[in-house]
């Protein structure tokens, strides 16, 4: 392996870093996500993502072994002190080393690191800061320390019935100790081999179904107008939990009074509510106050209360979030497609060359982008949805005759062109041949993993409004379905001598030998099937399973309610600007690679924003009020000097009142939550009954001197506290 074959392959990792933070950024903001949720899910995906070029690398090295064990001749049992095989030189000369040859031990090394990494990822690393980015502690240790108790509770249980799964299995058939590490990855490869079949399955006939549909606007404003009434339903959902979720913060908090000593948290938990909301909260209604009320009369305010209100607000607020900016996407590109149907529907004697867009900003290239909408666009999806049809049935087709599969007898259409091309198929050809299945297989499953929905509370939303949450569940899985992945186009493609065989071995996850082989691509017909007539959304439908739910309903009739809510959004949003579409992914590449030109110019054109981001402006919070800024004259300053609480020490030349009234804005807009005036104590009670572990919050904030920055020329002013105690 020469120095060109190592630039090549670190080139291909980068390039592989790369191309997972491009697609990352479609989802999450890196500056509001964690670090621990975009780095931990950054090598998730780079380590699932890096299949694509490693299998066929690793099929390459195969190859060029392969030619060199045929033109060997007579030296083919020789080998070095080391055990590697010494091939004559006219093997060698005559089969070439490919430019991006890997030798067989650092291809093993890489598969291992593979394997490993995704293995401790998904079942050690991701449950635990899962389970971190969802609780509603306030302190970095109480976080970590709930996720670590609950999964060591899942853990424990997994631990004895792996144990008890063990035990049977040396008492029946007598395994040696040695062999347990073999036993893990089989039982860690069975879920995988699960997700490989609903993923794959499912994909090779959703990527060409979506494609096709694409291709026909109507069908795309049909499909358009029925989401609409699924999100708009989603959406008052959503905002109907979060406002009685917001009622009942306000009313407990109106319950505990100012001095309770959860107030700290209270404070946190109201600092993050919507203002928005405040008229809403306003109305309450005899029911919904009732029902505050009963919560209220079990409710006993503790941590695990707070901690409670808080998580379930963090998660309605996502959930709200969210829902508004799929419904405003959904808007924009409806009310695009409405544009170039009726465009497309003007007899062509009447029709101007050019699309009218409603909300759109007009293009200097109008013509071009008329002959792309109406021509070019539909024949292009459909030729790519015909394209990935044909290679969904050639999958399908070799998964289905892999059973019957011998040396002999060789039905794949993958393995046939590799075993029978021998030398003709070589280098760089070789790997570009295996990498466009084995690309097209992984956007299949991956997709689909993208697209589920479990209970709509794990879901990748574009435009970076998927939560930490979701970005780790998502690398977690596709950690899951690398292995699986791999060994089955490497199974297709009956190359059983890589690699990557040799390190995971023969794959029986289920312990039953060469029956899995026979079972396994059944199954993943079955699924193809249950996908191309739509049996999972009907028996869904019958079990009431809306995670698994493609749409509630497809029928005339909601096709024509959708219909009704955009043309009332369309009538409402007018007068505003409209909703622009979303930008394609052209648009954001160029973007990413151009730059913005004029950054002045960005700003005050909105017309150029997408239609989500232009109807959410960042939501207005609520503020803890602060203490009015207290003047100090000491002479000995050289300056005038503000500290981080907000005291002003001043040297006695200036003079300032005015700083007490500095919170005047910000509590004019704190009503959202809190409008009541606090609860009036005694001062009895306030010195009996008030006094726990955080009694002293509100007794330092309202000191004289709160100041506790550790400023050198501050530093005599403790002191002199001190010495007058």
Known sequence: MGAASYVL??????????????????????RRTPFYASFTSWLGWFLCFSIVFLVPVDILATDHQNCLERHNGSNNNNTDSNGSTIFSSSAEKYCNEPITFVPEPVMILQWQILYWGTFVLS??????????????????????????????????????????????????????????????????????????????????????????????????????????????????????????????????????????????????????????????????????????????????????????????????????????MLYD???????????????????????????????????????LEYYWYIYIHPNYYKILGALCAIMSMLVVWSEITLPFTTKEKQFSPFALIINSSKDSLAGIWLQLFCFIPLLYMAVCSYTTLFKVRIFNYYRLVPQQQTNALSIMFSANYLCRLAAPLSYNFLQICQLADASFTKVMGEMDPFLLGNKFVLFFPFFVAFICIAALFNIHSRIANCCCIPSLRVVTDTSDAAVEQGSKILKQVREERAAFGGVPPPKSRFTYIKNLIVGKKNKDATETNQANKDGASLLQPSANRYKVPQQPKVLRNVPKLSRDYTSKSGALYSTGQTSSNNN???????????????????????????DSMKKGLLSNYWDDLSSKYSDQDNDIELGFINNNKNNKK
Request: aromatic content about 10%; overall charge positive; proline content about 3%.
């Open 660 to 686: 007490n009234n500095n919170n005047n804005n910000i509590l004019e807009n704190n009503n959202a939550i809190l409008n009541s005036s606090p609860s009036k104590l005694s001062s009895g009670k306030k």
């Open 9 to 30: 392959l670190a080139f291909e990792l980068i390039l592989i870093g790369i191309v997972v933070i491009l697609s990352m950024r479609q989802f999450i903001s890196f």
């Open 123 to 324: 079942w050690a690393v991701f449950p635990i800061l899962q389970t971190f980015s969802t609780t509603g502690d306030f302190r970095f240790q109480e976080r970590i320390s709930r996720s670590i108790k609950e999964n060591l509770i899942l853990y424990i249980f997994m631990a004895i019935a792996g144990f008890v799964f063990v035990i049977a299995l040396l008492i029946a058939k007598h395994l040696s100790f040695q062999s347990l590490l073999s036993l893990i990855m089989m039982i860690a490869n069975a879920y995988g081999a699960i997700l490989i079949v609903l993923t794959l399955g499912y994909g090779l006939v959703d990527v060409p179904r979506n494609l096709l549909r694409k291709s026909n606007p109507y069908r795309t404003l049909r499909h358009y107008r029925v989401q609409a009434v699924v999100l708009k339903h989603e959406l008052e959902t959503s905002k109907e939990k979060l406002i009685e979720h917001l009622k009942l913060i306000k009313s407990t908090s109106e319950r505990a009074g100012e001095y309770d000593p959860f107030r700290v948290y209270l404070d946190i938990i109201i600092s993050k509510c919507p203002i928005e909301y405040d008229a809403m909260i306003q109305e309450y209604s005899i029911a919904s106050g009732g029902q505050v009320q009963e919560k209220l009369d079990d409710l006993e305010l503790t941590y695990d209360k707070c901690v409670s209100m808080h998580t379930q607000l963090l998660d309605l607020l996502d959930q709200t979030e969210r829902s508004e």
């Open 329 to 367: 996407r959904l808007l924009g590109k409806a009310f695009a497609c409405e544009d170039i149907v009726e465009c497309d529907s003007t007899p062509k004697e009447l029709r101007v060359p050019r699309v009218k867009w409603s909300f759109k900003s007009p293009s200097r290239y109008e013509k």
